[in-house]
């Protein structure tokens, strides 16, 4: 019974290409989040949602859109694929303030070659 | 300077001994502090959380909390080859909608 599920787990697709990620949550949480992790292992943050209300919205290319359709579900579109967008992307949820950290999703590799 | 600062190691510890792991933060206003284990090809996991100045155990894990000096530290007692792991801290400034990580540390338990 998985808390906070992704996917696909693996994305492998060429550079130009329009390609989305999906995440539920069923911990009954109110905030999602969509975190980038590089190579490096750093985890930056990207968007953050409550209640289904934008409310974090970083330094990040607006070819990458977050959809979230009710408060368990938060999806995020990326348009025209670059080589750099190459990483892993975790969702997280939280209860409405991140104070008690978050659950994180098994996250997505995604390869543009 | 970065908000949460770790050393990426990688750090090796004998089987066994104990591992300490740190981290210092920039901004004094932080009031809760998280460190997550993250194995290799999988998704961080949330071990100890620390909110209050001092120590707090459970298990074989003790994090230590100083909001005067800003560092927070993780103490692993008796390490285990499964152990070895990316450890990250995270910082949220109180009533903030975001937990801030460090660029973790690596580290290695040797048999």
């Known amino acids: 019974d998985t808390a906070v599920s992704q996917t696909p787990k693996y994305l492998v697709t060429q550079m130009g290409n329009d390609k989305s990620i999906k995440c539920e949550q069923n911990l009954g949480h109110d905030t999602m989040y969509w975190y980038k992790q590089d190579s490096k292992k750093f985890l930056k943050i990207m968007f953050s949602?409550?209640?289904?209300?934008?409310?974090i919205n970083e330094t990040v290319p607006n070819r990458f859109s977050p959809k979230s359709p009710d408060k368990a579900h938060l999806n995020l579109h990326i348009n025209s694929l670059e080589l750099g967008d190459s990483a892993v992307y975790f969702c997280a949820s939280s209860h409405r303030t991140a104070n008690y950290g978050y659950t994180f999703g098994s996250g997505t590799r995604l390869t543009v070659v | 300077q970065k908000e949460v600062e770790q050393n990426s190691g990688p750090l090796s510890v004998p089987e066994g001994a104990i591992a300490s792991l740190n981290c210092t933060y920039s901004?004094?206003?932080?009031?809760?502090f998280f460190w997550y284990r993250q194995y290799s090809g999988k998704s961080p996991e949330l071990i100890m959380s620390i909110y209050s100045n001092g120590d707090k155990e459970d298990g074989r894990f003790t994090a230590q909390l100083n909001k005067a000096s800003q560092y927070v530290s993780l103490l692993i007692r008796d390490s285990q080859p499964s152990d070895s792991a990316t450890y990250l801290c995270?910082?949220?400034?109180?009533?903030?909608?975001?937990?801030?990580f460090g660029q973790g540390t690596r580290l290695t338990i040797n048999p």
């Open positions: 901004d004094r206003g932080s009031q809760s």
């Open positions: 949602y409550n209640n289904k209300e934008l409310i």
């Open positions: 995270a910082v949220n400034r109180g009533g903030a909608q975001k937990l801030v």
